[in-house]
């Protein structure tokens, strides 16, 4: 039954449909057309004068809304004048201000499903949960419709311009890598300037010591040098080139000013002396107070306690030998290290005191080794410097991800195709209602006024 009516339905639509014209198919068109243009004109203009970027945080401190470095992340900055300034130098568009685009800038933060039914569970719990956002959108408005797009050059210019302020402010700084000590050497004696020269090595190796762990592949292009090649040559110097020369040093007694180098060695032994004895002191009462302690007791002890039912258990708690085990193991090994630094400078005055002058060939020696050691050391640290910019720059750009979303030529096209089926779709219900339902029942009409007007003729007659 179903079937048979679906069939007729579908024979009556079918000769319905025969029956229109071409030429009413053309007026359909034109005017689904003529009408689409304006929506589509204007919807061109709000397009392609607004478009966004997506901005992805993929460091690890992103989710609890830390910077890198760790302080706190705002993205705000974004929008700041220093990042905006830059945007525009990059964009090269002199027409514009900072005021001008900034009002114009929106940032809305991305938030996951899952954050929001952490966040609805949360309340209904009476708990607590944060969610600090890693996701963000901004849009940028041109605001002057009638002008150029260039809505896509200035988000360009923007992620271009944040991502430089990014990487300066928040990525690791590399100055201790700086070799700034080379012109103010001369003003220290021959000795001190072997110790400044092996200070500053050494803190240069436990920089590039952090990073050569967890960055063993890496390899600066520019420089052609890793972490671990840095490192190696940075040892080689302060155990092999800094040791020689301080050696060659004491061995010829080389002193710019040997009375003044014997008072600051006093010094040092007594102000050493002074920390060895705090120390050597405090390992010694340590080590009396745990004397004091039952043997049998070490780190913790077993009390009895009561728990929220008031019933009575054993609570394991501590007992504070650890922390005195601990204090006395740390003030003996200070005591051991300003023992062993008290030896040498102990040494150094037994064997300044007893020396004759140094000969001036061993002076000029000194002389030229710490002069080649210390420009050594700057080559080294330019690059150093360069490769671990190498490494932060790599590094940087992954802890910022921009996705553009440019509108194609392509996508008005759809856009324009779509709004003419639509109206297509309106007109041709509205030629088929007035075809075959408007028309039709006014014919229908004709036909009874026609009937009604002859049968009044024929009740006059």
Same mark, same amino acid.
């Given at each position: 039954?179903?079937?048979?009516?679906?069939?007729?339905?579908?024979?009556?639509?079918?000769?319905?449909?025969?029956?229109?014209?071409?030429?009413?198919?053309?007026?359909?068109?034109?005017?689904s057309?003529?009408?689409?243009?304006?929506?589509?004109?204007?919807?061109?203009?709000?397009?392609?004068?607004?478009?966004?970027?997506? &901005?992805?945080?993929?460091? =690890? +401190?992103?989710?609890?809304?830390?910077?890198?470095?760790?302080?706190?992340?705002?993205i705000?900055?974004?929008?700041?004048d220093?990042? &905006?300034?830059?945007?525009?130098?990059?964009?090269?568009?002199?027409?514009?201000s900072?005021?001008?685009?900034? @009002?114009?800038?929106?940032?809305?933060?991305?938030?996951?499903?899952?954050?929001?039914?952490m966040v609805?569970?949360?309340?209904?719990?009476? %708990?607590? *949960?944060?969610?600090?956002?890693?996701?963000?959108?901004?849009?940028? @408005?041109?605001?002057?419709?009638?002008?150029?797009?260039?809505t896509?050059?200035?988000?360009?210019a /923007?992620?271009?311009?944040?991502?430089? *302020?990014?990487?300066?402010?928040?990525s690791?700084?590399? %100055?201790?890598? @700086?070799?700034?000590?080379?012109d103010?050497?001369?003003?220290?004696?021959?000795?001190?300037?072997?110790?400044?020269?092996?200070?500053?090595?050494?803190?240069?190796?436990?920089?590039?010591?952090?990073?050569?762990?967890?960055? +063993? %592949?890496?390899?600066?292009?520019?420089t052609? *040098?890793s972490?671990? +090649?840095?490192?190696?040559m940075?040892?080689?110097?302060?155990?092999?080139?800094?040791?020689?020369?301080?050696?060659?040093?004491?061995?010829?007694?080389?002193?710019?000013?040997?009375?003044?180098?014997?008072?600051?060695?006093?010094?040092?032994?007594?102000?050493?002396?002074? /920390?060895?004895?705090?120390?050597n002191?405090?390992?010694?009462?340590?080590?009396?107070?745990?004397?004091?302690?039952?043997?049998?007791?070490?780190?913790?002890?077993?009390?009895?306690?009561?728990?929220?039912?008031?019933?009575? *258990?054993m609570?394991?708690?501590k007992?504070?030998?650890?922390?005195?085990?601990?204090d006395?193991?740390?003030?003996?090994?200070? =005591?051991?290290?300003?023992?062993?630094?008290?030896?040498?400078?102990?040494?150094?005055?037994d064997?300044?005191?007893? =020396?004759? =002058?140094?000969?001036?060939?061993?002076?000029k020696?000194?002389?030229?080794?710490?002069?080649?050691?210390?420009?050594?050391?700057?080559?080294?640290?330019?690059?150093?410097?360069? %490769?671990?910019?190498?490494?932060?720059?790599s590094?940087?750009?992954?802890?910022?991800?921009?996705?553009?979303h440019?509108?194609?030529?392509m996508?008005?096209?759809k856009?324009?195709?779509?709004?003419?089926?639509?109206?297509?779709?309106?007109?041709?219900?509205?030629?088929?209602v007035?075809?075959?339902?408007?028309?039709?029942?006014?014919?229908?009409?004709?036909?009874?006024?026609?009937?009604?007007?002859?049968?009044?003729?024929?009740?006059?007659?």
């Amino acid at each position: 039954m179903l079937k048979n009516f679906v069939a007729k339905l579908t024979f009556k639509l079918r000769r319905k449909l025969k029956a229109i014209s071409k030429k009413n198919i053309i007026i359909v068109l034109v005017l689904s057309i003529v009408c689409s243009a304006p929506i589509a004109v204007y919807d061109y203009i709000k397009v392609s004068h607004t478009n966004y970027i997506t &901005l992805t945080l993929n460091y =690890a +401190n992103a989710r609890k809304g830390l910077t890198p470095t760790g302080g706190r992340f705002n993205i705000a900055e974004l929008k700041s004048d220093e990042v &905006l300034q830059n945007a525009l130098s990059y964009l090269g568009d002199d027409s514009l201000s900072i005021e001008d685009i900034k @009002d114009r800038i929106t940032i809305d933060a991305k938030v996951p499903m899952s954050s929001i039914d952490m966040v609805k569970s949360a309340i209904a719990n009476d %708990t607590s *949960y944060t969610y600090c956002p890693s996701e963000f959108v901004i849009y940028y @408005d041109q605001g002057r419709k009638l002008e150029r797009g260039n809505t896509y050059a200035m988000l360009n210019a /923007l992620a271009n311009a944040y991502t430089d *302020y990014f990487t300066v402010n928040y990525s690791e700084k590399n %100055t201790i890598l @700086d070799y700034d000590i080379e012109d103010s050497l001369e003003k220290y004696d021959y000795g001190e300037q072997c110790q400044i020269m092996s200070d500053k090595v050494t803190s240069m190796l436990r920089y590039l010591d952090k990073y050569s762990s967890e960055s +063993n %592949t890496f390899r600066s292009k520019s420089t052609g *040098y890793s972490y671990s +090649n840095l490192v190696s040559m940075l040892l080689n110097i302060r155990d092999v080139n800094l040791e020689k020369l301080e050696a060659y040093i004491t061995q010829n007694g080389i002193s710019e000013d040997k009375p003044a180098f014997l008072r600051k060695q006093n010094y040092n032994i007594e102000k050493r002396s002074l /920390l060895y004895n705090k120390s050597n002191q405090g390992s010694i009462i340590a080590k009396d107070t745990m004397d004091i302690y039952n043997p049998h007791i070490t780190g913790v002890a077993f009390v009895p306690s009561i728990d929220v039912n008031n019933e009575y *258990y054993m609570g394991r708690t501590k007992t504070g030998l650890d922390l005195v085990v601990n204090d006395s193991y740390n003030d003996g090994l200070r =005591a051991a290290d300003l023992a062993k630094k008290i030896d040498s400078f102990e040494y150094l005055v037994d064997k300044y005191s007893s =020396a004759p =002058a140094a000969p001036q060939d061993a002076v000029k020696n000194a002389e030229i080794m710490i002069s080649e050691i210390s420009s050594y050391i700057g080559k080294v640290s330019d690059l150093a410097i360069q %490769t671990d910019n190498d490494y932060i720059k790599s590094v940087s750009n992954n802890y910022i991800t921009i996705i553009h979303h440019p509108i194609s030529k392509m996508s008005y096209v759809k856009m324009f195709i779509k709004i003419v089926l639509f109206f297509m779709a309106i007109i041709f219900v509205i030629v088929i209602v007035y075809k075959f339902i408007i028309v039709k029942f006014s014919d229908k009409f004709k036909k009874l006024l026609k009937f009604l007007t002859a049968k009044i003729k024929l009740d006059e007659e």
